[in-house]
Protein backbone atom coordinates (compact mmCIF):
# COMPACT_ATOMS: atom_id res chain seq x y z
CA UNK A 1 0.00 0.00 0.00
CA UNK A 2 1.32 3.73 -0.97
CA UNK A 3 0.28 4.48 2.77
CA UNK A 4 3.16 2.04 4.27
CA UNK A 5 6.06 3.52 1.27
CA UNK A 6 4.88 6.92 3.07
CA UNK A 7 5.16 5.76 7.06
CA UNK A 8 8.30 4.05 5.96
CA UNK A 9 9.87 6.43 3.83
CA UNK A 10 13.51 6.94 4.42
CA UNK A 11 14.96 10.94 3.99
CA UNK A 12 18.59 10.75 3.96
CA UNK A 13 19.14 13.89 6.37
CA UNK A 14 22.14 15.51 4.13
CA UNK A 15 20.02 15.51 0.84
CA UNK A 16 17.38 18.03 0.21
CA UNK A 17 14.00 16.66 -0.51
CA UNK A 18 10.80 18.96 -2.32
CA UNK A 19 8.52 16.75 -0.93
CA UNK A 20 9.04 15.56 3.30
CA UNK A 21 11.34 17.19 6.06
CA UNK A 22 11.99 13.76 7.49
CA UNK A 23 10.14 11.02 7.57
CA UNK A 24 6.12 10.83 7.57
CA UNK A 25 6.52 15.17 7.89
CA UNK A 26 5.68 16.01 4.37
CA UNK A 27 5.97 19.90 3.42
CA UNK A 28 2.73 21.72 3.24
CA UNK A 29 2.13 22.30 0.03
CA UNK A 30 1.98 18.63 -0.69
CA UNK A 31 -0.98 17.86 1.68
CA UNK A 32 -3.35 17.57 -0.93
CA UNK A 33 -1.44 15.52 -3.24
CA UNK A 34 -0.36 13.18 -0.32
CA UNK A 35 -4.15 12.74 -0.06
CA UNK A 36 -4.82 11.77 -2.90
CA UNK A 37 -1.66 10.05 -3.51
CA UNK A 38 -2.02 7.44 -0.60
CA UNK A 39 -5.93 6.37 -1.94
CA UNK A 40 -4.16 4.61 -4.67
CA UNK A 41 -2.91 1.08 -4.96
CA UNK A 42 0.45 0.38 -6.26
CA UNK A 43 -1.07 -1.56 -8.95
CA UNK A 44 -3.23 1.03 -10.26
CA UNK A 45 -0.18 3.38 -9.83
CA UNK A 46 2.04 1.18 -11.81
CA UNK A 47 -0.49 1.21 -14.52
CA UNK A 48 -0.54 4.88 -14.61
CA UNK A 49 2.84 4.79 -15.10
CA UNK A 50 2.96 2.13 -18.26
CA UNK A 51 0.22 4.59 -19.47
CA UNK A 52 1.53 7.34 -19.64
CA UNK A 53 5.39 5.85 -20.76
CA UNK A 54 2.73 4.38 -24.19
CA UNK A 55 1.65 7.62 -24.14
CA UNK A 56 5.40 9.35 -24.38
CA UNK A 57 6.21 7.28 -27.20
CA UNK A 58 3.07 7.35 -29.30
CA UNK A 59 3.39 11.10 -28.75
CA UNK A 60 7.16 11.44 -29.98
CA UNK A 61 8.16 12.48 -26.45
CA UNK A 62 11.34 10.56 -26.78
CA UNK A 63 14.79 11.05 -27.56
CA UNK A 64 17.64 8.76 -29.71
CA UNK A 65 20.30 7.10 -28.28
CA UNK A 66 22.71 5.81 -30.57
CA UNK A 67 24.92 3.12 -29.96
CA UNK A 68 26.46 0.41 -31.96
CA UNK A 69 25.76 2.22 -34.83
CA UNK A 70 22.03 1.63 -33.95
CA UNK A 71 19.69 4.80 -32.97
CA UNK A 72 17.71 3.48 -29.81
CA UNK A 73 14.46 5.49 -29.40
CA UNK A 74 13.80 5.70 -25.26
CA UNK A 75 11.02 7.75 -23.89
CA UNK A 76 11.64 10.97 -22.05
CA UNK A 77 12.34 10.48 -18.69
CA UNK A 78 9.65 11.81 -16.31
CA UNK A 79 8.38 10.76 -12.55
CA UNK A 80 4.84 10.53 -11.98
CA UNK A 81 5.22 11.91 -8.68
CA UNK A 82 5.21 15.86 -9.27
CA UNK A 83 7.68 18.33 -8.05
CA UNK A 84 5.24 21.35 -6.93
CA UNK A 85 6.50 24.38 -6.82
CA UNK A 86 5.60 27.08 -4.04
CA UNK A 87 5.48 30.61 -5.79
CA UNK A 88 8.10 31.50 -3.56
CA UNK A 89 10.31 29.28 -4.99
CA UNK A 90 9.08 29.54 -8.58
CA UNK A 91 9.77 33.28 -7.79
CA UNK A 92 13.55 32.77 -7.36
CA UNK A 93 13.67 30.64 -10.18
CA UNK A 94 11.68 32.60 -12.95
CA UNK A 95 14.23 35.57 -11.26
CA UNK A 96 17.19 33.10 -12.75
CA UNK A 97 15.79 32.42 -15.83
CA UNK A 98 15.54 35.86 -16.74
CA UNK A 99 18.63 36.67 -15.54
CA UNK A 100 20.00 33.60 -17.90
CA UNK A 101 17.85 34.87 -21.12
CA UNK A 102 19.13 38.20 -20.88
CA UNK A 103 22.65 37.16 -20.79
CA UNK A 104 22.00 35.06 -23.45
CA UNK A 105 20.83 37.56 -25.70
CA UNK A 106 23.44 40.11 -25.40
CA UNK A 107 25.65 37.64 -27.30
CA UNK A 108 25.85 37.87 -30.83
Do not use: C
Not at 75 to 80: E, S
Not at 81 to 86: A, D, G, H, N
Not at 87 to 99: A, C, R, V, Y
Request: cysteine-free.
Amino acid sequence: MIEDFIKNYFNHPKTYDEMFLNGDNYRNHYANFISNFSKESLENLNKKEELAKKLFMSQGITFTVYDSGEGIEKIFPFDIIPRIITSIEWSFIEKGIKQRLKALNLFP
